[in-house]
């Protein structure tokens, strides 16, 4: 089920951004709306924090830009404004409702290659963020680029040492649990 | 690059995700003919590897701060397919789960990033290396890792215009020229690559001091 | 000295910490006891002032610390020089070249003088000094929560606290470590999920249940005698056992992992 759902998100992908019309995409949008009901706010807050950064320096040097050589454009502004706001709500509608893991279970390989992979990440990221912590709860001056460059390196060395231990635990592990028997 | 989706004209990220299927399939084929059963262990522990590399922040001039890719010391460590593979893997699960990057920029990222970044960054280590110090290569190798990134996805994205306007000569994805995306990105990446460049070279020297190296 | 006042602590609207409140004397060491998962560690981070409640206050000497106070750079220089905590994983506290230059990180951060001097001095109360020219990083676990211990402790905090100082030690570093902090007069304040050695790091202990509340405050003893709050805690479990070919129930403290 979630492969169907992966290929017709990837269809409706290509479809929104080959429309330049912007009442279809309105149109679009406003569906989407109506599948999304109950998360409308959370989603559009997610796609807006997402996105403003670049599409907001985007819009604002279009503008300036436009306004310099006579030939500001408003349409298109609206057009990209549009497009950007319909593509994020619905890849963020869609990976909040399918399991990726499930959607790409297609190949073996990329499937466990992702889920040991995810499964990684959160745990490094653990270990980071408190690394975080202890670096604010022992730091009290500024620190020179030196330094930062000797922190830094450490740590990915701390990083680097975990990973190889952590391959060859996870090795074992598939090992022992029949993995690599077929 | 976070480039979100919208940006991009189909007419290029469709067959960049052809190129970057067909990269690292083979990546992962030929990685698992050489590793066997390491191979996904190894490429998920460097993908979180990848992933924490990615998250290191140096703080710069004016309260800014930059963050490294770690791409090219990956890349020099492990090889360029190891580092294409693990980097690409970061870039996709950031774009599809935790919403940084757009799924049409994917490619263009897997491509001017990762598999771009690795191969340019490893050639240049090997051939520095032969009459050059390691840490003087490793920052070179750095150095050119994110400046060819960034000057591949200039490119990219200022030949949207072109390729893609209304009959009225009006963007229709991506609305700037190579004149302004090639001084706009590539311009702060020269700078930003000394701090990539000093990283790699630092922690290289680091990693070597400590024989944290897989293959000898 | 320390004073918590309805500390509240909420993660993702999850409840971390409901309500805590007690307050830790100069001098005074305590035992923070709870199985794991009830807030020990954020509790602690909250009182190192690096993560800062959802609800509730928190004083340090009288002064409250907010996120906005800890902004101001010479408070946050007076807090975190008599404030110090020994996170539980040792690897994450170590980033210097050597462990020299990992002791006189702290006094270099601080303005300490004589530098040398009191990396020596430090080194040699922990038994590291044969290694001060060595990397930090090729210790063995003990080894290296001594090292960060030193690099701590040199900077000379009125507080210390300490995040399950012995879940990495092995029995031999564990048993010296006891020792170690029985005769430091310092404020202290150790986590823990090990009920044997909470009676032997303090007199008194603050149990968190599995509802984030306090379940108890007061002295170690008599906590290890009240079964009741025991089983509350879920410190210790009913077991089945067979001795001898006789079965029978009884209470089990699980503990030294």
């Known amino acids: 089920m979630d492969k169907y759902f992966l290929l017709g998100y990837f269809i409706s992908v ?4 080959i429309i330049h019309n912007p009442i279809i995409l309105l149109t679009i949008i406003i569906v989407l709306f109506l599948i999304s009901f109950k998360n409308i706010i959370k989603i559009s807050k997610k796609v807006i924090l997402s996105t403003i950064f670049f599409t907001g320096s985007v819009s604002v040097l ?33 990976f909040s409702k399918i399991n990726l893991f499930k959607a790409l279970s297609f190949s073996k390989d990329l499937n466990y290659v992702l889920i040991l992979s995810y499964g990684q990440i959160l745990n490094y990221k653990k270990l980071f963020e408190e690394w ?51 | 690059m976070h480039v979100p989706d919208g940006f991009i004209a189909p007419s290029v990220y469709i067959p960049a995700y052809i190129v970057d ?56 460590v492990f090889g360029y397919w190891i580092s294409f593979f693990s980097v690409s893997l970061i870039l996709f699960l950031q774009a599809v789960l935790f919403g940084e990057g757009g799924i049409t920029s994917f490619p263009i990222n897997s491509l001017a990033i990762a598999f771009f970044g690795s191969i340019a960054s490893a050639i240049t280590f090997k ?51 190579l004149n302004i995306t090639l001084s706009a990105l590539v311009i702060p990446h020269i700078f930003a690559g000394f701090i990539e460049g000093f990283y790699t070279a630092i922690a290289y020297k680091i990693l070597k001091k400590k024989r944290l190296f897989p293959y000898g | 000295m320390i004073e918590l006042k309805d500390i509240t602590y909420k993660n993702d609207g999850k409840i971390i910490l409901d309500k805590i409140t007690f307050s830790v004397k100069e001098n005074e060491k305590i035992v923070l006891l709870g199985i794991n998962g009830v807030g020990k560690s954020t509790l602690l981070k909250i009182v190192n002032g690096l993560i800062f ?68 001095y430090w080194a040699d109360i922990f038994g590291i000094s044969k290694y001060l020219n060595k990397s930090p ?32 030690l092995d029995p031999k570093t564990t048993g010296w470590l006891i020792d170690f902090l029985n005769e430091l007069s310092i404020t202290m304040i150790i986590t823990t999920h090990n009920l044997s050695m909470a009676g032997e790091l303090a007199d008194r202990t603050v ?22 709050l025991l089983i509350k805690a879920n410190l210790v479990h009913i077991h089945k056992h067979r001795h001898n070919g006789i079965h029978h129930v009884h209470y089990h403290v699980h503990d030294w992992d």
């Open chain 3, 53 to 120: 409640p959802s609800d509730g206050r928190y004083y340090y000497e009288g002064q409250e610390i907010t996120e906005k106070k800890l902004k101001d750079k010479v408070f946050n220089k007076f807090f975190r020089k008599n404030v110090a905590m020994l996170f539980q994983n040792p690897d994450i506290m170590i980033f210097n070249p050597t462990v020299y230059d990992e002791i006189a990180f702290g006094l270099k951060q601080f303005d300490f003088d004589k530098i040398d001097e009191r990396v020596n």
């Open chain 3, 207 to 228: 149990v968190l249940g599995e509802n984030h509340r306090v379940l108890y405050d007061g002295k170690v003893e008599d906590f290890l005698k009240d079964k009741d």
């Open chain 2, 127 to 177: 051939v520095l290396n032969r009459f050059l110090k390691e840490d003087i290569s490793a920052f070179f190798s750095g150095w050119l890792s994110i400046n060819i990134s960034a000057f591949l996805i200039a490119v990219v994205l200022g030949i949207q215009p072109i390729i893609a306007h209304d009959d009225n000569c009006n963007p229709l994805y991506f609305p700037f020229g």
């Open chain 1, 132 to 182: 975080q912590l202890f670096m604010k709860s022992r730091v009290v001056k500024q620190l020179s680029f030196r330094d930062y460059l000797q922190i830094y390196g450490h740590l990915t060395a701390l990083f680097f040492e975990k990973s190889f231990k952590n391959a060859k635990e996870i090795s074992l592990a598939m090992k022992s649990r029949g993995f690599f028997n077929d």
């Open chain 1, 62 to 94: 279009y503008c300036i830009f436009g306004i310099i050589q006579n030939n500001l454009n408003v349409d298109y502004l609206i057009l990209i404004n549009l497009r950007v706001f319909t593509l994020n709500y619905l890849s963020f509608f869609v």
């Open chain 3, 137 to 168: 990083f090729d210790l063995s676990g003990g080894e290296k929560q001594k090292v960060c211990l030193a690099s701590i402790l040199a900077i000379e905090p009125k507080v210390l606290l300490l995040d399950e100082p012995t879940s990495n």
């Open chain 1, 14 to 17: 290509i479809l929104i951004s």
């Open chain 2, 21 to 76: 299927i067909g990269l690292l399939t083979y990546s992962l084929k030929s990685l698992k003919y050489k590793l066997n059963e390491d191979t996904l262990p190894l490429l998920s522990v460097l993908s979180a590897l990848s992933f924490i590399l990615m998250s290191i922040t140096f703080p710069v001039l004016g309260g800014t701060s930059v963050h490294i890719t770690g791409v090219a010391l990956l890349s020099i």
